[in-house]
């Protein structure tokens, strides 16, 4: 952990002394000269990015990583993930250490505007929340004055908590952790009474708690936590780049591509499928991709619908509903700015 | 013959220089060594000049804040422990300081039971008891052998976190309480006159000095022993409860208490402190072991064997003569271990302890993003307490060194 820090560390400093040149280099010829695309993930929450025994990457995030793959190259397995803890992200992002971050972060006004990033958009709308033992007999967040709380270090979600406990002139300790799984084994040992994350990352990990129903979360949602892939600041073309990735997964579920039909709608599809899969129109020359781009997407990875079943929602051990996450549609946050 | 010639021409040519034409002033080693000495300066300080203004220039267009602005900005977020006041609302300044006396505690806590440890086992080695001996040898082989992280991981998740939950503490008379959350031990708040204790804990204490220069003295006028240590210690608890007890014990004790989740009020040690420091105590501890075993196997065995002619018993040959000559050896290796305690002190941020590295390196530096200043800040600290205690350690080696008459 530490090494990876300093390497991180020592990668920022030389970038930043050896010239702007470096800085600003296209991102774009960096991946295609490389062959993958270097992408920053967690170091392992179930549904948004976890490995499995084989060495396999999946998850909601590690599927925008498999898209701009898959845009970018064609591929959408040619990307090399690098684990990251809530510490390490930006500086490994800043640092050119990977190209692009998708590690369930949180889009604030202070990371978007002091750290030198950029968020490409949003792909999982979510809010801080509290998972206690349900032993302790709590049932509402109200109920928590005086109690203990394990959280990651280095999250918003730290900030979230101490505001809420202000807020309702409540007490509690910060016990902060440095992986997700420290945090965990802290909840499990009984170091905390609750476990604060965002709820998403409270369903996965209540799935790895040697015994899930013994927790419960709270109602209560006490922040807003858009979370989306991140960008290094001052490459428009990359920050495009993944953020139509990520529009062209929300836009094809809006216009029912998904992967098992988009070869037929390639040929047979209406004027705007046409245009997303690159018949039609010249939406992948004006990014620098092949026109083909957001059919690798879609055909490869599927429609954002498809990423989140498979990963987060029923078809998942998450089991979470779509809510926020249902496309604007059918009453939902997910709204991809027009193809064309 | 060929041999004379040459030499003969040399010293001429060396009359003329010197005389007639002045050598040019670039020939001049001292002038020559002068001018490059300017060169090295100058070229460091623009290699410095060009290394800082790049990274300004490309931190502002990366669009990376600067500055150390963010010190007197509202941090947001708690710290588990701290040793003075601090609120959610204060500032990354006030972290800054709250994490540097963390770091200052648990070193001085880690450095004191290491320097117990230490000496106890590698006297210990020279035990007449089989049995003591192999003790001493397995600690420092176990402990000396084991990655550092590893023993705190171990102390941390294998044995601190098995304890029982708050509601099921293990207590001592009701008042000293022991949970998976930390130690809870009363506390005691004095009232009026609890000032009078206080004073005679002070005159106990410099009483000790007195007196152990008036025993000196009276030994070496009559040869008699005087206990000091044992009288000491009766002083330093005698005279305070003695205190107490005159002027009407003016103090109450505050036990902790089981309300709600948790254990308030009494002193609270948190197992994140517990753990780092007896990891940092019984490693470092192997080590200083070592160094003591070194220091006095230093001493040669004549010494002893001069001693117990003079009839001195086996215990006042180590504490006079052979662990006064042996700090000669120990002492500067106990200098590195100290410092590397320091250092090592760093992994707070594993089990997160909320030490120096780990409030400012960690969470501050990813809420602020400013990455240079707050390592920058961070390794200056460190620089400065390893100096500090290298300077302390050095007044001490020159204290113990052989005086010279």
Known sequence: MHKKKILAFTTLAATLVTGAASVQAATLDDVKARGTLSCGVSTGLAGFSEKDANGNWSGLDVDVCRAVAAAVLGDADAVQYKPLTAKERFTALVSGEIDMLSRNTTWTHTRDTSLGINFAGTNYYDGASFMVMKNLGVKSATELDGANACIQAGTSTELAIADYFRQHGMSYKAVTFDTSDQTRQGFESGRCDFLTSDGSQLAALRVGLSNPSDAMILPEVISKEPLGPVVRQGDDQWFNIVKWSLNAMIEAEEQGVTSANADDKRENGNPANKRLLGTEGELGTNLGLNADWAYNIVKQVGNYGESFERNVGMDSPLELERGLNASWKDGGLMYAQPMR | ?405
């Open chain 2, 1 to 405: 013959m060929l041999k004379q010639k040459t030499l003969e021409q040399t010293k001429a040519a060396a009359r003329r220089n010197k005389g007639g034409r002045s050598a040019a002033f670039y020939n001049n080693p001292e002038i020559r060594a002068l001018g490059y000495q300017l060169l090295l300066v100058l070229g460091l300080g623009y290699f410095f000049y060009s290394v800082i203004s790049n990274v300004l220039a490309n931190m502002e267009a990366t669009g990376i804040k600067t500055g150390f602005g963010f010190l007197t900005a509202s941090a947001g977020y708690d710290v588990l422990m701290s040793l003075i006041p601090f609120e959610a609302t204060d500032t990354y300044g006030r972290i800054f300081i709250v994490g540097f006396l963390n770091t200052i505690l648990v070193s001085v806590i880690g450095i004191f039971f290491a320097t117990v440890l230490g000496f106890i086992f590698g006297v210990a080695h020279f035990s007449h008891n089989w049995l003591i001996r192999k003790v001493a040898v397995l600690y420092v082989e176990i402990f000396r052998n084991i990655p550092l992280l590893l023993q705190v991981f171990f102390w941390y998740f294998a044995v601190l976190a098995t304890l029982p939950s708050a509601r099921q503490s293990l207590s001592l008379g009701e008042a000293i309480f022991l949970n998976v959350r930390g130690l809870y031990v009363p506390k005691m708040v004095g009232s009026d006159l609890f000032w009078v204790a206080e004073v005679a804990l002070a005159v106990a204490i410099a009483g000790i000095f007195v007196l152990r220069r008036w025993a000196k003295r009276r030994q070496a006028l009559t040869g008699q022993i005087f206990p000091v240590f044992y009288t000491s210690i009766a002083m330093v608890i005698g005279l305070p409860v003695a205190a107490l007890l005159l002027t009407g014990l003016p103090f109450t004790v505050e036990y902790p208490e089981l309300r709600g989740f948790n254990y308030f009020g009494g002193i609270t040690i948190i197992p994140e402190l517990m753990a780092l420091a007896i990891a940092l105590s019984v490693y470092t501890g192997s080590f200083i072991a070592e160094a003591v075993r070194a220091g006095v196997q230093s001493i040669p065995q004549g010494q002893t064997e001069a001693a117990r002619s003079l009839g001195l018993s086996e215990k006042r040959i180590m504490s006079l003569i052979i662990v006064p000559q042996a700090m000669r050896v120990i002492v500067p290796l106990l200098n590195s271990e100290y410092q590397s305690l320091v250092k090592n002190s760093t992994l707070a941020a594993a089990i997160g302890y909320p030490d120096l590295f780990n409030v400012f390196v960690g969470t501050a530096l990813n809420q602020t993003g400013q990455a240079i200043e707050t390592i920058f800040m961070t390794i200056v600290v460190y620089f400065i307490v390893n100096m500090v205690i290298s300077f302390l350690m050095n007044r001490l080696n020159n204290a113990v060194a052989l005086v010279s008459r």
